[in-house]
Structures are given as C-alpha cells and as structure tokens.
C-alpha cells in the first residue's frame, strides 16, 4: 500500500482552518496518511 508522510505545519494548518476540500481529501485517505514520531 502506498503512504504518505506529512508535513508538520500541513498538519496543523488542516487542524486550524479545516479547509473544506482539504479535510475531505484528509478523511478520504486517513487509512493512506501517517505522521513521524516527533510529529505525533
């Protein structure tokens, strides 16, 4: 499967504004989306 490591300051931009077509996309592919350690 393939996954995506996030950017720190994407993540927080996404849990701050909630951009409304960002956070369907979010949602849509969580199972696809992951976070380093120092992030989480």
């Known amino acids: 499967m393939l ?3 996030l950017e720190t300051s994407f ?4 849990l ?3 951009p409304k077509g960002v956070c369907k996309r ?6 696809a989306l992951c976070v380093s ?4």
């Not at 979010?26 to 199972?31: I, M």
């Not at 350690?37 to 989480?40: A, F, G, K, M, R």
């Open 11 to 14: 993540c927080i931009r996404v």
């Open 3 to 5: 996954r995506y490591l």
């Open 26 to 31: 979010f949602n849509d592919n969580a199972e």
């Open 37 to 40: 350690d120092v992030v989480l």
């Open 16 to 18: 701050r504004d909630r």
